[in-house]
């Protein structure tokens, strides 16, 4: 299996400009993650869908800050507009039943400027 | 929010020596993970231990889980360069959401050759 396939890889942005990160989860597992990392904060959760449908985005930042996941197979993170301390690592993740072991993708290191 | 507390924050050890870090948590849970994460890199999933287990063994790794305490620890023995990473604890929330984890803010172990 591919593991967790996230794009793009890096992105160096302009405060203002809209940021949209995309997640392909490994096949079969029926929860999505999508976490952001900084040496500040570390790591925190922004939303978490199972089976397509958000179940708690109680994390997302702000208005500025929407996921969507249309399908099994695909998860978007956009930032419009975004803001230069939205810079940080985005991290999806997937898992499939319980107990839960998550599967981490590379990341994607944003840098808005 | 955080539920996990990884102690030390940072480690420094020689090779061949053995590295114990630290967890504490504050909530019953399902279940406990320990992470790696390298420099760079997405977190990989290392072990689990449930509620109801005590210790547990993979290769070089030792968990153990004390739910009275509320604590679990992570000991890697015989040390390698390569275990260079920060170490992350994760629980499963008994009445969370199912999936969901609460990861602590990590301790970073380095390694000396």
């Known amino acids: 299996d591919a593991g967790v396939i996230q794009s793009p890889r890096h992105e160096v942005t302009e405060m203002g400009q809209e940021v949209t990160l995309r997640c392909k989860p490994i096949?079969?597992?029926?929860?999505l993650f999508w976490y952001r990392q900084t040496m500040m904060r570390g790591l925190e959760l922004l939303i978490y869908f199972n089976n397509n449908v958000p179940i708690d985005d109680s994390g997302m930042p702000e208005d500025r800050f929407s996921a969507k996941m249309p399908n099994a197979s695909f998860s978007t993170l956009k930032i419009q507009p975004s803001e230069p301390r939205d810079s940080a690592v985005y991290f999806c993740a997937s898992s499939k039943g319980a107990p839960s072991t998550q599967y981490f993708g590379p990341g994607t290191r944003l840098l808005v400027l | 929010s955080q539920q996990g507390e990884e102690d030390p924050q940072a480690l420094s050890i020689q090779e061949g020596e053995n590295a114990t870090m630290n967890c504490s948590y504050k909530t019953s849970i399902n279940n406990l993970q320990w992470y790696r994460q390298n420099s760079g890199r997405g977190l990989v999933h290392l072990i689990l231990i449930r509620s109801n287990e005590r210790e547990k063994h993979s290769g070089r790794l030792r968990v153990t889980l004390d739910t009275s305490k509320k604590s679990s620890s992570l000991l890697i023995t015989a040390s390698r360069a390569a275990d260079t990473a920060s170490y992350f604890c994760?629980?499963?929330?008994?009445?969370?959401?199912?999936?969901?984890?609460?990861f602590g803010k990590g301790t970073k172990l380095s390694v000396k050759p």
């Open positions: 994760a629980t499963e929330n008994y009445g969370g959401s199912q999936g969901n984890l609460i």
């Open positions: 096949s079969g597992h029926n929860s």
